[in-house]
């Protein structure tokens, strides 16, 4: 199967607010940069959307290791808060809705279409496509906002 790897981020002016997301797959030589924007989000619907819009971009079934600065989605399946809110019918361990399902449901969806592993990353430290993916994110959304 082919490996692609992929680095997400995203970005919010105010939670809520305007928002960006970026993604940037690579395999081989082939690097693909692709962004986004919603005037009222959050920086988690940014990171999630990021990461779903990454997956739908693949032509063919593939193994994905996505880099993410995002804490929330990486324990979500690293630690099993996904496992815990499904069971529970989609609630928190504080028995209230979980937040972003709509998009917790599309990620769940292209997790079935390719084997998927996340990689915790720091956010705004030495890692240059880390710090590239923000960068896009942030111009995202600062073109959302005006456009």
Known sequence: MTEVTIYTDGSCSGNPGPGGWAAILMHGEHVR?????ERETTNNRMELRAIVE???????????????????????????????????????????PVKNKDLWLLLLAQMDE???????????????????A??????????????
């Open 33 to 37: 940069e692709l962004t986004g924007h």
């Open 54 to 96: 990454a997956l739908t971009a693949l032509k063919k079934r593939c193994v994905a290791l996505v880099h993410t600065d995002s804490a929330y989605v990486v324990n979500a399946f690293n630690e099993g808060w996904i496992n815990n809110w499904q069971r529970r019918g989609w609630k928190t361990a504080a028995k209230k």
């Open 114 to 132: 390719h084997d998927v592993k996340f990689i915790k990353v720091k956010g705004h430290a030495d890692n240059p496509l880390n710090n590239r």
């Open 134 to 147: 923000d960068e896009l994110a942030v111009a995202a959304m600062e073109a959302g906002r005006w456009g």
